[in-house]
């Protein structure tokens, strides 16, 4: 039975259905939007073989702590609350594990992490459909997934893939997100596909979701991701960082309108 969170309002996936697509990016920037937005956010990285969280929010020499030995007391970055894996570890070293320990572990930052109060945590989820993704979305209660993709056919198969893992298992899905839709020339402005174009929004339109945005190719996102500097702060006025204060502008909408409908009585009509 999913278990809920003490004092967290709503918990959301950001999934892909494989890596490389931007679905981290994608995460950390939507986290500081809602934060910048006036919301309370916390964001779990729970790839624990590759947590990027930690250079992301540029904190790759913070950690998370521990004053009782029993309860964990997350790092803070941009206003959000952050707990990652790579807070315990070197960058370099590799997480040698076999599932059992990994599921503990996440577990342990799902519930063990002082997150309170919360109005959004977002949980970044490792690429794929497999054991822990599955134990994640049973594990806790999710109030809705994101899937991030970007155009290109081979990447959209496995982001359908993963939308249906969270289907068979009665989450609402918040929309599609498809990132690296296209790259603007700074010097000329013409816009290049370079891995296609549309492919997420028909993909969301086949399968009935909501397409929440397209994400360009931009060379400021990848930079200041690198430095820790999330572009919805450090470059407001880009046009991904406006992409992505509307992607969280509409999810907060739905968050608040799903809840609100599972809110109201059920009305019996007896004939």
Not at 221 to 245: H, I, L, W
Request: net charge negative.
């Amino acid at each position: 039975m999913p278990k809920s969170i003490e004092g967290v309002k709503h918990v959301i996936a950001v999934a892909s259905g494989k890596g490389g697509v931007g679905k981290s990016t994608t995460a950390v920037n939507l986290a500081v939007a809602l934060s910048v937005a006036g919301h309370k956010v916390g964001i779990l990285d729970a790839d624990v073989y590759g947590p990027s969280l930690p250079r992301m929010m540029g904190l790759k020499d913070g950690s998370a702590s521990s004053e009782d030995g029993k309860t964990i007391s997350p790092a803070l970055s941009h206003g959000v609350k952050v707990m990652s894996m790579g807070f315990l570890v070197e960058e370099d070293t590799p997480m040698v594990w076999r599932g059992p320990m990994v599921l503990s572990a996440l577990k342990q930052m799902m519930f063990d992490v002082k997150w309170a109060p919360l109005d959004v945590l977002i949980i970044d989820m490792p690429p794929g459909t497999g054991d822990t993704q599955l134990s994640i979305a049973q594990a806790i209660g999710l109030s809705g997934a994101v899937i991030v993709s970007t155009p290109q056919d081979i990447a959209l198969l496995d982001a359908r893939k993963g939308l249906n893992m969270f289907r068979k298992v009665n989450i609402p899905i918040l929309g599609m997100v498809e990132n690296m839709s296209m790259f603007v020339c700074p010097e000329c402005g013409h816009e290049a596909h370079i891995f296609s174009h549309g492919g997420a929004e028909k993909a969301a339109n086949d399968l009935d979701v909501n397409f929440l945005g397209a994400v360009p190719l931009d060379l400021t996102v990848r930079q200041n991701t690198d430095e820790g500097k999330p572009v919805v702060v450090s470059a407001p006025d880009s046009a991904p960082a406006e992409t992505y204060r509307n992607l969280a502008k509409q999810i907060w909408t739905t968050l608040e309108e799903n809840a609100e409908k599972a809110a109201q009585p059920v009305k019996i009509v007896i004939e």
